[in-house]
């Protein structure tokens, strides 16, 4: 008699793994008026900087699994482990839309009877929910533009084999906003040109670099920009897919993380408690009429989510009462995007 091979034996002996009429491998759904340009005046006031302390990178987004393999066999699966499959599955929950007809008259009533044009954007970079007001704006960048500076001579080399001088003018101009900091930047990345081609390998589409001189100063701070370039630029910073590397969108993360007090208004007043808030401010009084340009552009992260934020304002006869508008502004949009908990 022919004898069965041992292996065709054991497999034939084995009870079956699934019960009759189970599916195998289902994975879990995912989800995926530009005002007349003037003369670039320096803000008095500037802080003076202590020497710098170690820079500590911050910790990189966890990648999460998009889907689970088929249950044939049970397994024990540690508790830190489940924790993050529960994160996924909440992630594909249904995303409510953003009530945008409703924030736009919550805007409208607290804007009426301010002076100047206000453009503002909040995306949620997790979900993909957004919301944008009059996103047609075109708007000065003022000192926000110092983000882009940095993000552009990262590009160029990484930040471990920066000259240190050149280190500690990226701190000064991001952390204190030091204009002449950002000058000695702004010529090392190559000017307006360097500064445009960066944005366009960030995918930026309104943001070009103002050649020339302003006063005492080049003029990255009136280069106009829109609502969702900043936006773009902001998720740069958080993305995989970013042209510039883990390690150098760390670093710029960092030092907007630690803005010195004084200049952290702005997006942050939008943040619940436990959030993490990442921004540069901009203020700047136009020469031509006296008014205050006033922008925050930055990042608010907690819950799983990241919120790229971005709010442009001009004509405030006083940088006070534009702060106090970019804030207003920025808290009755991210209201509708999460509650803060009590």
């Not at 540690?78 to 953003?98: F, G, H």
């Amino acid at each position: 008699m022919r004898t069965l091979p041992r292996l065709a034996i054991a497999l034939a002996l084995l009870p079956p793994l699934l019960a009759p009429g189970t599916a195998a491998g289902t994975a879990l759904p995912t989800h995926a008026a530009p005002g007349t340009v003037g003369a670039h005046v320096a803000v008095p006031g500037q802080v003076s900087a202590p020497e710098p302390g170690t820079l500590r990178a911050a910790p990189g987004p966890v990648r999460m699994p998009h889907h689970l393999g088929p249950p044939a066999i049970a397994v024990t699966v540690p508790a830190k482990k489940a924790k993050a499959v529960k994160t996924v599955q909440a992630k594909t929950e249904a995303v409510k839309p953003v009530p945008a007809k409703k924030i736009t008259e919550r805007l409208d009533r607290f804007l009426a009877g301010r002076p100047g044009p206000v453009t503002a954007m909040v995306k949620d970079l997790t979900t993909g929910r957004v919301y944008r007001y009059h996103p047609g704006e075109r708007l000065i960048t003022a000192s926000t533009a110092k983000v882009q500076i940095l993000m552009a001579l990262l590009l160029g080399k990484p930040w471990r084999r920066l000259p240190g001088s050149v280190r500690r003018d990226a701190e000064l101009m991001i952390r204190y906003s030091d204009n002449h900091a950002a000058d000695r930047l702004w010529l090392r990345i190559g000017g307006a040109a360097g500064f445009t081609e960066a944005g366009r390998r960030f995918g930026l589409r309104h943001t070009r670099g103002v050649p020339g001189d302003c006063v005492d100063l080049y003029c990255w701070g009136i280069t106009e920009t829109s609502v969702d370039d900043q936006v773009r630029l902001m998720k740069a910073l958080v993305s995989g897919k970013s042209p510039l590397k883990a390690k150098e969108r760390a670093q710029v993360l960092e030092l907007m993380g630690a803005v010195v007090r004084g200049q952290d208004w702005g997006v942050s007043a939008a943040a619940c408690a436990g959030e993490r808030v990442r921004l540069k401010n901009g203020w700047l009084k136009r020469v031509s009429n006296g008014r205050w340009a006033t922008v925050s552009v930055g990042l608010i992260r907690g819950r799983g989510h990241d919120y790229a934020v971005a709010v442009l304002t001009e004509g405030s006869a006083e940088v006070g009462d534009g702060i106090a508008t970019v804030e207003g502004v920025a808290a009755r949009i991210m209201r509708d995007f999460r509650r803060c908990r009590a």
